[in-house]
């Protein structure tokens, strides 16, 4: 199970290196002679470097529209401009287009010609963070692997919008508008690969439905969540690492054992109204309850086995894996109880 989860966690953080090394592949075998044609077909508006020669950089250079794209970009990076409009014309020779960095801009829905984005086959990167989007644009490329649409203003998805982005394995939503009524039970369907769904930093009162069976990530911090249904965690089996910081989850809020799930490594429950530590299962690692309402901890309460069990564990290598546990901000006084210490023989900070 470990070795899964850091093989996927590898494939989903490291991609922009394998990029990199696809590409210094291509200008490393690229011909001085060709330079010349190169900057001859790069936009006067941007920059073509001659050692990178898919890459077109149009970022910070006060463009109210985008260029004409060469058929050779792989990469284009138009962030921190004052474009509003995304139309086909520019790309009607990017075939080849990878990756595409749109941030900070102007964009709205009504800006992005129909159908513009979904022509874009072979695109994998879509970056559309802080611009002044109201709902997630459709339709997007089929083979679409991150889409990170941060910071805009997005209250609605619009239906069906993922159900054929197989691939995708990063989706970022966070700082939005999103109520509750945007996330149906059909909304994720189609997102059969997605490893990390962000959507903290909106306007939830609820847990959202029906996430992605395979989701190893999922950030919900900076809501106004307050309730933790039974079984929550079943329907999504491989969760990692889980934020739920800044909510308003109480003891009443969370089931007996809702956050006794063996997949979660990393739990994260800073900022809420906790007074108690809720139970957790022995696989956990990092354990965040930092300003809460906390006022003692009972390590013979909080030790997902019994002491004695946990005194045994330790010599054949099972005992509870906890190694990081934060307590600060609440009405906790040190010493830590010995009881914790051995339960967690493994820890290796507590910070209080």
Known sequence: MTLKVCTSLLLLFLANSVWTRTVRQVYDDLDPEHWSHYTSECPRECFCPPSFPNALYCDNKGLKEIPAIPARIWYLYLQNNLIETVSEKPFVNA???????????????????????????????????????????????????????ARNKISRIPEGVFSNLENLTMLDLHQNSLLDSALQSDTFQGLNNLMQLNIAKNSL?????????????????????????????????????????????????IPPNGFNVSSILDLQLSHNQLTKIPPINAHLEHLHLD??????????????????????????????????????????????????????????????
């Open 95 to 149: 075939t080849h287009l990878r990756w595409i960095n749109l941030n900070k801009n102007k964009i709205t829905n009504s800006g992005i010609e129909s159908g513009v984005l979904s022509k874009l086959k072979k695109l994998l990167y879509l970056f559309l963070e802080d611009n002044e989007l109201e709902e997630v644009p459709a339709p997007l490329p089929v083979g679409l692997e991150q889409l990170r649409l």
């Open 291 to 352: 300003h809460n309402r906390i006022k003692s901890v009972n390590g013979t309460q909080m030790c997902p086995v019994s002491i004695a069990l946990a005194e045994d564990y330790g010599l054949y290598g099972n005992t509870p894996r906890l190694r990081y546990l934060r307590l600060d901000g609440n009405e906790i006084q040190p010493p830590i109880p010995l009881d914790v210490m051995i339960c967690f023989r493994l820890l290796q900070a507590v910070v209080i």
């Open 205 to 253: 009162k609820k847990m959202p439905l029906s996430i992605p069976a395979n989701t190893l990530q999922l950030f919900l911090d900076n809501n106004s969540i307050e309730v933790i249904p039974e079984n929550y965690f079943s329907a999504i089996p491989k969760v990692t690492f889980l934020r739920l910081n800044y909510n308003k989850l109480s003891d009443d809020g």
